[in-house]
Each structure stands twice: as C-alpha cells, then as structure tokens.
C-alpha cells in the first residue's frame, strides 16, 4: 500500500530559527497537505498543494509540492514557542477522500 | 456547532466489551472520515462516507470495526470485542464535498476519542 515516509522525526530548535522538514511517498499523489496537531486536539490543517512544482505560504510557513508528485517540504520560518507541535504530511491520490498520513514530525521551540 | 465534535472524549473499556464512539461532522458537510491514531504514529485511515454513496471502508482493520451514518449527519463507529491493541486515540472529520473539487474536500477534524482497552 501507499506509504509516506516524513523528516525528521523530531527537532528541537532555538526560537527565530528556521525549520525545515519532509515527506516522500512510495506513489505519486495529486494533493499534499500539512497539518498541525497541539496535544489533545485534532489535525488542523496548514497548507494544502494542488499542482506538481506549486509553491505556496502561509504567514512564516511555506510549503511545496514536488515536480516528480513524490513529495513535498515545509518550511517554517523565524520559529517562535507557539509552533510547538505536531506537524503531518498527507496526500491523496485519485478522487478519493482517503488520506495518507507521514508518521509526524515532533517540534520543540527554546525560548 | 462551529466544527467538529466528538464523543466521548475518552473512554475506558474492559477487553472484550464493544464500543460505541459518536461524531457530529460540521453543518453541510457532506463527507465525512474515521481515522485512528496510535501512540506518537500518524493517522491512519478507517473509512470515510460521501453522502448517499457506498461507504469506503477499506481501511477498517477487522471485521470488528464497523460505522454508520444516519441521516446524512450524524455517525457512530463501532468496535465489538474490544482488543488491547485498538487503544488509540479515533478521529472524526468532515469535508464539503469531494464532487466540488480539491478546495471543497479539505478535511476539518475533531478533537478524537481516546479509547483505553484494559
């Protein structure tokens, strides 16, 4: 089956850096996602990619979808404590509402 | 409601008992998703409905696992025989539609249930 494989598994960084992180899929996907999860919560959605090469930002994040529609990275930059989280690539492929999630990537920002 | 809501919020069960997990998708959505999340894992997809059509429930990982959607609104998954490796944390979400195009099929999801099998 589909898997996604996400980048690092865990950063801890000084606050006013920047992050990056990544996903790379075994399939090719016509959508990516990002999403952030705070402890207790659900997924809320961050970025969403539509087209092979698209660029997109969101206030400090900026995420891509790749050329090859194997993969995608966000960028988060300038990090403040607030971005403590959980983030998870997603993608789907076809018209099916099914998503595929990365294993997540734990952030931890020092003040 | 504004989004999302689920119920319980947590539950503790004895293994072998079956379950019941509610959620309340957003007003007007008409999709509508499981997904379980294990402990420090991403999420993994259960089965999703898309208004009167044939559920997708290739993701459901048993026999065990059922759900329903009543009314086009409301739904209930359903784990009987409880195991202790269905203890995870389930969510719910909700999306307009998937016929309107990619912006339209985004997915909002609640808080979760976490379920504990003892």
């Known amino acids: 089956g589909q898997q996604l494989n996400q980048s690092p598994q865990s950063m801890f960084i000084q606050e006013g850096e920047d992050v990056s992180m990544n996903c790379t899929s075994s399939s090719i996907f016509n959508t990516w996602l990002w999403y952030k999860q705070d402890p207790g919560e659900g997924p809320v959605l961050l970025i969403a990619?539509?087209?092979?090469?698209e660029l997109t930002s969101n206030g400090r994040l900026t995420a891509q979808f790749g050329i090859t529609r194997k993969d995608s990275f966000l960028n988060i930059s300038a990090s403040i404590p607030s971005d403590v989280g959980i983030y998870f690539c997603a993608g789907r492929s076809g018209n099916t509402g099914k998503l595929i999630f990365g294993q997540g990537t734990t952030l931890q920002v020092k003040p | 409601g504004a989004g999302v809501s689920q119920s319980p919020s947590n539950k503790v069960t004895e293994k072998g008992k079956d379950v019941e997990l509610r959620c309340d998708p957003i007003?007007?959505?008409?999709?509508l998703y499981w997904y379980r999340q294990s402990l420090g894992q991403g999420l993994e997809f259960l089965i999703y409905?898309?208004?009167?059509?044939?559920?997708?429930k290739s993701g459901l990982p048993s026999d065990r696992f059922s759900a329903e959607r009543t009314g086009g609104s409301v739904s209930t998954l359903t784990i009987q025989r409880t195991q202790q490796e269905d203890s995870a944390v389930y969510l719910c979400a909700s999306s307009l539609s998937l016929a309107g195009g990619p912006v339209y099929n985004e997915q909002f999801f609640g808080p979760g249930t976490r379920l504990t099998v003892l």
């Open positions: 990619l539509y087209k092979a090469g």
């Open positions: 007003s007007g959505h008409t999709a």
């Open positions: 409905f898309q208004g009167n059509s044939a559920p997708d």
